[in-house]
């Protein structure tokens, strides 16, 4: 079922260097989120570092308002980074599994 | 080298079940980020989910800088949270790892 031990260890070594290059690649995949009104935009990388945030001056006017704004949307900027990221590394760490049915880590 | 089969599927399945419960408690661990002047700060669990963030109205007088401390501080806070989520699971995707050596996919 594993196959042959040096193989398997072989292809273990290939995946961890997979998953760097997966890693330094997501560096370079943007996400964009924006509220519906377009009062703020944010950009992040595939890898959660958040690039840019611009809030439009109309939400300086109402303090509450901006930080509800920003914990929502910064939120949904994480968790569409975090769809990718997870999708991209998990591909790469199944591939370098060996195959249990019934066994699912990187989902 | 892996001992039986049937021994390090359960062990795998085991690992599996642990890092659903690591997950559930990573929502539970909050870091805290604040700048130093504490115009801003910023609690995040370590399943990197914005809880709270504050902004001191002098912030709000100029809008670039509050954009760059909003990037700055938010990238600091996310940073943490990764750490600790990064550290608790690969402590237990470790350990339910079969150890060869050499290999390290979950630093």
């Given at each position: 079922m594993f196959g042959d031990l040096m193989g398997m260890m072989g292809k273990l070594k290939e995946t961890q260097q997979k998953i760097e290059e997966t890693k330094k690649r997501l560096d370079t995949i943007t996400v964009s989120e924006e509220s519906a009104d377009k009062l703020l935009s944010i950009t992040m990388t595939?890898?959660?570092?958040?690039?840019s945030l611009e809030i439009n001056?109309?939400?300086?006017?109402?303090k509450e308002q901006l930080e509800d704004y920003l914990v929502l949307h910064i939120n949904k900027a994480i968790e569409q980074a975090t769809k990718i990221n997870e999708a991209e590394l998990g591909a790469v760490a199944k591939e370098g599994m060996p195959n249990i049915p019934g066994m699912d880590m990187f989902k």
């Open positions: 595939a890898n959660r570092e958040l690039k001056d109309e939400l300086l006017q109402d």
